[in-house]
């Protein structure tokens, strides 16, 4: 009767080998489900890629695929990402021509959530109409409910001591900016100034 043999040593290669048998060199493993039995609990040194990416060539962890392989399994991690964008302070009806002092944006995405940062600073602008804004932003919201609201604080701005809220609506890459009035309670923010510098940091749900 043939046999299988596994053989090696703590120093080298472990092998599976089969002796010649005539008619065929195909060794078939059989198709029920079994358990993979290991002495350890597996440890990986470099990284592993999942849903067809490509493993990374540096340090270690997981590798997602470019275009994310939606689970429809609520407990199934099948997205991470790590970037930056360029906020772009706009108006509603037309953008102002703004100089930026800071225009910095990034972003980790996690699953169906990403966590956003910025810091935008406008140094002069002229022209532009309608409530301000905040576009550019790296994933689309939630098309099937508001994806969030945030509050924050800027300085040197035309509701200067007053909080102001931040806020995204649903299927849209822009953050609406409001402010408290003690009279009418929060409403969009009337116009940017010059030297308007405003710092968020925010999470917000996206389509996937």
Not at 24 to 46: D, I
Not at 85 to 92: D, I, K, L, R
Not at 158 to 169: A, D, E, F
Request: a negative charge; zero cysteines; hydrophobic letters at 30%.
């Amino acid at each position: 009767m043939s046999s299988i043999v596994v053989s090696g040593d703590t120093s080298g290669t472990v092998t599976l080998s089969a002796p010649a048998v005539a008619g065929t060199t195909t060794l078939t493993l059989p198709t029920t489900t079994g358990t993979l039995a290991t002495l350890t609990t597996p440890s990986f040194a470099t990284t592993i890629g999942v849903g067809g990416a490509t493993a990374s060539a540096s340090g270690s962890g997981i590798s997602f695929p470019a275009t994310q392989s939606t689970s429809s399994n609520a407990n199934t991690l099948d997205d991470y990402e790590e970037g930056t964008f360029t906020p772009v302070a706009s108006q509603t009806s037309s953008n102002p021509t703004v100089t930026y002092a800071n225009q910095t944006g990034s972003y980790v995405k996690v699953g169906n959530t990403v966590t956003i940062h910025i810091r935008l600073g406008l140094s002069t602008l002229s022209g532009g109409s309608g409530n301000p804004q905040i576009t550019g932003l790296p994933f689309a919201s939630s098309a099937s409910s508001d994806a969030g609201i945030m509050f924050m604080q800027a300085n040197n701005n035309n509701t200067s001591g007053r909080y102001l809220m931040g806020y995204i609506g649903t299927n849209v890459t822009k953050l609406e900016i409001y402010s408290n009035d003690p009279a009418s309670g929060f409403a969009q923010l009337g116009s940017y100034s010059s030297n308007w510098t405003v710092i968020i940091g925010f999470s917000y749900i996206t389509n996937t």
